[in-house]
């Protein structure tokens, strides 16, 4: 398993169109300032917000693999979690830090939720799926929809993918099979565009693109996952680099001219390959002292032993977060969903819900949203008032789904039934 395929592609776009290079360092330069400016100037960090939609572009087998829908909806949440985690250096591991890096230790302030609303205005789970038949997306290849870069293919309807969602305002993540024939011959983990790539790149690109097998963070032991990808950090580092950051070691293997722009990350040589180092870890480009910073989310070593973005790169992801993408951080509103026209609310101060598809025809989704511990129980009632179907809540779960497969075609009614009274709505079965 590669790691990381952004390395080998961004080479490629430049052997491809040599004048990006001056693009890139044009970018790299400016952000960099940008970045100083602000960490300079910052007083009072506030807490960003980012919506985020999750486009499942697999085939059956692989759907299932991760638990069908239920556990797609369970891998929605707990990668959501994990990014939560580490963007605002909530980490347990963190005690992991060596001392002489402890005070380097940096906190993104960035809170990732699940898209609740659609582009259109309508009520979503946060994910999309669509099923295809063809055995997986090629990260180095060149596809034949787009650009032709960083799984292209899987980002347009038009070739079997997922249209992404206003890239402007949501981070879309498509998760696919990524195609074993890369330029080094394995599975690559992740890739995402890098803000450097913004002009050169539609926008319906934008995004990270993850291996289903990284996909979320190990709830249960039995869960399909690729060997030691099972913590989330795949995701955590592909939109390390979607937020501006390259690998800590720069965009080179060998040498040390190449930076990653960061002044608090030591300059490294190569990648650190699916271990955990002893600390210090030094090498050709940091011989003497404290070492590189291996237990880096953007380096390559094992998952189990990264535990910090430094507080240079959270610098980087702030900048980039307000400016290279303006629009993305000012929407929190897109994680919620509007309260639904039509609900009749027994209780005085009944929650909304959400559910969507409608019509629905095999599986409906119940969004409780920040109501969530107060929900007893989820009943799906004919229109003679006949329970059909009835669900027992779990605390803190958000999201629902309901089969309805079995239901002859009509008028249902969804009844959340909450500690302090129940509410209901409509749906049509087809
Ligand atoms: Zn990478």
Known sequence: MQPCGLD???????????????????????????????????????????PVVFHIVLRWQHINNLGGIQGIIDRCKSQIDALNRDYNAQNADSVNIPAAFKPLYGNAKIHFG??????????????????????????????????????SDAKYAAAGGADAWNTAKYLNVWVVN???????????????????????????????????????????????FINNLDSGRVLVHEVGHFLGLWHVWGNDQGGCTAD????????????????????????????????VMFMNYMDYSSENCQHMFSNGQVAKINAAANNSYPSLTTHPELIRYPIVTGVSQVAGNAPAFTVSPNPARNTVMVNVAEN??????????????????????????????????????GMYFVQCAYQNGVETQKIIVE
């Open 8 to 50: 080998e592609v961004r080479k490629k776009m430049i052997q491809d169109n040599p004048s990006l290079q001056f693009e890139f360092d044009q970018y790299e330069q400016q952000i960099n300032q940008i970045a100083a400016a602000q960490a300079m100037s910052k007083s009072t960090a506030i807490t960003d917000t980012i």
């Open 114 to 151: 699940l898209a609740h609303t659609a582009p259109n205005g309508a009520a979503s789970p946060g994910y999309t799926i669509d099923t295809v038949t063809i055995a997986g997306f090629d990260p180095m290849a060149q596809g034949s929809y787009g650009s032709g870069y960083i799984c």
């Open 178 to 224: 990524t195609a074993p024939n890369g330029t080094q011959g394995g599975f690559v983990a992740g890739i995402a565009t890098h803000p450097s790539m913004i002009n050169q790149l539609p926008a319906v690109e934008l995004g990270c693109v993850i291996h289903y097998g990284t996909f979320g963070r190990r709830e249960a032991g039995n869960q399909y």
């Open 260 to 291: 990653d722009g960061v002044a608090d990350t030591p300059p490294q040589d190569v990648a650190t390959q699916s271990y955990c180092p002893t600390f210090p870890l030094l090498d050709n480009c940091t011989p003497t002292g404290n070492g």
């Open 372 to 409: 969530n511990t107060q929900l007893r129980k989820i009943s799906i009632i004919n229109n003679v008032g006949q329970v059909m179907n009835a669900i027992t809540a779990e605390s803190g779960r958000d999201i629902y789904a309901i089969d309805v497969q079995g239901l002859a075609a």
